[in-house]
């Protein structure tokens, strides 16, 4: 069975763009969540999506937002780059949502670089 | 709210040797503990878990990790190191909201870089 896959792999963007990450959970998941992970630190929580709806979202600007589509894949945006957004973004999928005990399954992640 | 900490961002042991990752967390609720490990240019794998069942907990690749409520700790132990072990470990505590729901949100330690020599 397919793990989660996020999609593009590596990304080089100037600052001031924007952009878009994308992400398909393993199949049968419903919950979404992205985390950003610096080079040199753990990965910290920025959202996560569940039957569409945002159900958590961590400690970052609103150039920072995401969605959830009915086939329960999600999109990460960000807005107005900055040099500091350069890092790893990982998207983790889980069967459901409020069920603190279910792990959460990574994908590989998707590194972005800031010019 | 919920924090985890890793004592030691770098541990060094030899082929063969025993390995120790440390955890402390520290909620205000019964927590969920996870591990993970993360290879170069990949995502995170998760090792075992504990979600207040037995306190000692086995996970994949022969490493256990103990609950210790006492010592607000979840260390990670392998008996025996390999080469294939050296990558990044995690430890992380998942956010439990009121009334048992849960928003989902896993708090990671810094994460400890696991090195093996032969």
């Known amino acids: 069975d397919a793990g989660v896959t996020q999609s593009p792999t590596h990304l080089i963007k100037t600052r001031g763009q924007h952009v878009t990450l994308r992400c398909s959970p393993i199949?049968?998941?419903?919950?979404v969540s992205w985390y950003q992970q610096v080079l040199g630190q753990g990965p910290q929580f920025i959202f996560q999506y569940y039957e569409k709806e945002e159900r958590g979202r961590g400690n970052f600007p609103d150039r920072f937002s995401a969605r959830q589509f009915p086939n329960y894949s999600s999109e990460l945006n960000v807005n107005a780059l900055l040099l500091g957004d350069s890092a790893l973004y990982l998207c983790?999928?889980?069967?459901?949502?409020?069920?603190?005990?279910?792990?959460?399954?990574f994908g590989d992640g998707t590194r972005l670089s800031i010019l | 709210a919920q924090s985890v900490t890793q004592l030691g961002s770098h541990v060094s042991v030899s082929e063969g040797a025993l390995v120790l990752l440390r955890c402390n967390y520290s909620s205000s609720v019964p927590p969920y503990l996870f591990w993970y490990v993360q290879y170069p240019n990949q995502g995170l794998q998760l090792l075992l878990k504990?979600?207040?069942?037995?306190?000692l907990v086995k996970g994949i690749n022969g490493f256990e990790a103990e609950f210790k409520k006492s010592e607000t700790s979840f260390h990670l132990t392998k008996p025996s190191a390999h080469m294939s072990d050296a990558a990044e470990y995690f430890c992380?505590?998942?956010?439990?909201?009121?009334?048992?729901?849960?928003?989902?949100?896993?708090?990671f330690g810094q994460g400890t870089i696991l090195t093996v020599h032969p």
């Open positions: 504990y979600t207040s069942a037995a306190t």
């Open positions: 983790a999928s889980s069967l459901e949502w409020g069920y603190s005990n279910q792990p959460q399954h």
């Open positions: 199949s049968g998941h419903k919950s």
């Open positions: 992380a505590v998942s956010d439990r909201g009121a009334g048992g729901t849960s928003y989902g949100k896993l708090t």
